[in-house]
Nanobody, 116 residues
Framework: VQLVESGGGLVQPGGSLRLSCAASGSIFGINAMGWYRQASGSQRELVAAITSGGSTNYADSVKGRFTISRANAKNTVLLQMNSLKPEDTAVYYC???????????WGEGTLVTVSS
């Protein structure tokens, strides 16, 4: 399984970005996809996740500002990030959980920098 992320970059506080993650390869029975992030000097933390049934889960710090969704035959996960804050600055990692694969698969990460 390969996960390719895109959409990171530099944005001013209050701005928006949309992250995209496309899964390819041996894709069978996706249970969930989503995003974690890791700021410099901090542990990786869950940002948002979406299940195959469409249920979503968000970190408290992003509720009301970020929206996760799936597209393209459900093998792509999107993260719309609005009202960005400097504390959202981090490397964002996409993940996928599959029924047949006990190992969570990760993307390489995309850097989001929120700064004026």
């Amino acid at each position: 399984v390969q996960l390719v992320e895109s959409g990171g970059g530099l944005v001013q506080p209050g701005g928006s970005l949309r992250l995209s993650c496309a899964a390819s390869g041996s894709i069978f029975g996706i249970n969930a996809m989503g995003w974690y992030r890791q700021a410099s000097g901090s542990q990786r933390e869950l940002v948002a996740a979406i299940t195959s049934g469409g249920s979503t889960n968000y970190a408290d710090s992003v509720k009301g500002r970020f929206t996760i969704s799936r597209a393209n035959a459900k093998n792509t996960v999107l993260l719309q990030m609005n009202s960005l804050k400097p504390e959202d600055t981090a490397v964002y990692y996409c993940f996928v959980d599959q029924t047949i694969d006990p190992v969570r698969r990760w993307g390489e990460g995309t850097l989001v920098t929120v700064s004026s």
